[in-house]
């Protein structure tokens, strides 16, 4: 018999930031490190979620998290105002989790 997945809960959670609070590390290239999955949480408006390998460009909002793998380069840019927050996993994670 398999063990059941891991549940989907955060082992960690940024603040929520706004479009002023947004930290610069997040809008240059980052990533997480080995091992640490992330989505991205828009809580009010959209965010540009520009992943850098391979290359693809996202617009997130509240109906539309994004996923961020292990030691994957990306950053985000805000779309005027915005309200979002960033969740960290051990395992990959259900995008719909709460």
């Given at each position: 018999?398999?063990?059941?997945?891991?549940?989907?809960?955060?082992?960690?959670?940024?603040?929520?930031?706004?479009?002023?609070?947004?930290?610069?590390?997040?809008?240059?290239?980052?990533?997480?490190?080995?091992?640490?999955?992330?989505?991205?949480r828009v809580?009010?408006?959209?965010?540009?979620?520009?992943?850098?390998?391979?290359?693809?460009?996202?617009?997130?909002?509240?109906?539309r998290p994004?996923?961020?793998?292990?030691?994957?380069?990306?950053?985000?840019?805000?779309?005027?105002?915005?309200?979002?927050?960033?969740?960290?996993?051990?395992?990959?994670?259900?995008?719909?989790?709460?």
């Open positions: 018999m398999s063990e059941p997945a891991p549940a989907s809960i955060p082992y960690k959670c940024t603040p929520v930031f706004d479009e002023n609070t947004l930290p610069a590390g997040l809008r240059k290239e980052h990533r997480t490190k080995t091992g640490v999955w992330g989505i991205i809580l009010e408006g959209q965010i540009r979620y520009h992943v850098l390998e391979p290359v693809s460009e996202t617009i997130l909002d509240p109906d994004g996923l961020v793998l292990p030691d994957q380069p990306h950053f985000v840019q805000p779309l005027g105002r915005v309200r979002v927050q960033v969740e960290f996993y051990d395992h990959r994670p259900e995008k719909s989790a709460s």
